[in-house]
């Protein structure tokens, strides 16, 4: 039983062959997907794979590089689209730094307006975060003060202030391929030390392939190879780390049920 918690399936890497992927997924115990939004207009795209594929959930937002796309993005339009009984998150949204796509300013508006949604539908939220660490904890803080709300911090890769933050308003981090990269040792660290009733494995495909694909397509069966690697730091069996990044994965997203499941394993 594995969860890939984040990926991009409707991404045009995997038109042409996006029955054969999921049947990979299929052979490697994956048994539920989360297919993030990424840009609001695709959602229903999203959800004709999720119609197809019952154990494919989706969420509703854009991307932090998307962001002057939709200046004037509200709360009320995000949660006018999560009336669908497989949409079941807010994002992703967040802040990019790295790139800076789209100006800091209007990142920061859109990152608001979905804090509100999650606020207001009870769906957690997927926040991306690259090179923003202070800036995202400012935000996040200070709305979680006015009114609390769930959410993970997906494909972590910042600071240690940060996966502790995150942690003290109830976040889950969720781990990527990037805990299989040699360099990122100091990532393994944090996750070796997070509390695992708060841990999530992703894909985050296309992107990220893990040790041994990396530089290839990354796809939801090798969501596999970084749940063998995070039960290597903890020194836990895999099936152990499996079942209880699912069990997270459902706590989290409580809108996912175990239809989907049941489902897929027929």
Known sequence: MLVDSHCHLDFNDFEDDIAEIIERARENGVNMILNAGNNIDELDNQLELSEKYPFVYAAVGVHPH????????????????TGHHKVIGIGETGLDYYYDYAPRDLQIKLLREHIKAAQESGLPLIIHNRESDDDMMDILGEAFRNKPFSGVIHCFSSSRKLADFALSIGFYLSASGMITFNKCGELRDIFAEIPLDRLLVETDSPFLAPVPHRGH???PAFVRYTAEKLAQLREMPFEKIAQITSDNFCNLFRKASDKGRRAYQK
């Open 66 to 81: 998307n962001a002057s796309e939709y200046q004037d993005l509200t709360a009320e339009d995000l949660i006018s689209r």
């Open 217 to 219: 397509r990354n796809e």
